[in-house]
């Protein structure tokens, strides 16, 4: 299994909602991340975890909370969101090798939309 | 990481070989060349890399000038497939897990 899943596919929600998005591989990769893309531009590092241990936060704002339950789930916890923050959302995976040489691997996103 | 310069965007022919540069003028000796591209909609998916021999798998072929400033991504046989926007990622290896991506290049196959 070379995949990595997420969902949902696609989420509407409102400024005052709480909402998640979820990540899963079973490729055994010890490093997660989450990006955000906007329409037509690259996607950019939010958060890495490595050994399910947050290691790398691109000073996200708060209202963005992951979680990374074991080494296969990777979660995005969304509260109080702006509609600026409508994006694309891709989880990764990859390998922690001694060489740091590790292929990431995407899942398909999550499009998410704030009204 | 350092930075990367690609062209916005280039047109390919069907059948031919797509040639993609990139300029990584100040690229230092622990870095590596990383190429991924993104077909519309979906997740990024990895191409090649490589240091500074050039490389060659079953998706694409990197070529890296010998001062490390800049190489070229070849895709042999383009395929309307191939249509998507590539990016040049320079990257330090160990120890580092984070993908900087740059603006890319949108290659568009022509039929």
């Known amino acids: 299994d070379t995949e990595v899943t997420q969902t949902p596919k696609h989420l509407v929600m409102g400024m005052t909602n709480k909402k998640s998005l979820k990540c899963e591989q079973h490729?055994?990769?010890?490093?997660m991340y989450w990006y955000k893309q906007k329409a037509k531009k690259p996607p950019e590092l939010m958060f890495v975890?490595?050994?399910?241990?947050?290691?790398i936060n691109e000073s996200v704002p708060s209202r963005f909370s992951p979680e990374c339950p074991n080494s296969s789930l990777l979660n995005l916890h969304l509260h109080a969101l702006q509609p600026e923050d409508s994006a694309l959302y891709l989880c990764?995976?990859?390998?922690?090798?001694?060489?740091?040489?590790?292929?990431?691997?995407f899942g398909p996103g999550t499009r998410l939309t704030v009204l | 990481d350092a930075k990367t310069t690609q062209p916005p965007s280039m047109d390919c022919a069907e059948g031919r070989a797509a040639n993609l540069p990139c300029n990584h003028s100040?690229?230092?000796?622990?870095?590596?060349v990383y190429w991924y591209r993104q077909i519309h909609s979906q997740g990024p998916q990895y191409i090649i890399h490589?240091?500074?021999n050039n490389e060659t798998n079953e998706m694409a072929s990197l070529i890296i000038t010998e001062d490390r400033k800049s190489s070229t991504l070849i895709l042999p046989h383009a395929t309307l497939r191939d249509t998507a926007v590539y990016y040049c990622?320079?990257?330090?290896?160990?120890?580092?897990?984070?993908?900087?991506f740059g603006t890319g290049t949108r290659l568009t196959i022509i039929p």
């Open positions: 990764a995976s990859s390998q922690l090798l001694a060489g740091g040489l590790n292929e990431q691997f």
């Open positions: 490729m055994g990769h010890r490093a």
């Open positions: 975890y490595s050994y399910e241990k947050l290691s």
């Open positions: 100040t690229i230092s000796g622990n870095e590596y």
């Open positions: 490589g240091l500074k």
């Open positions: 990622i320079v990257r330090a290896g160990i120890g580092n897990e984070k993908l900087t």
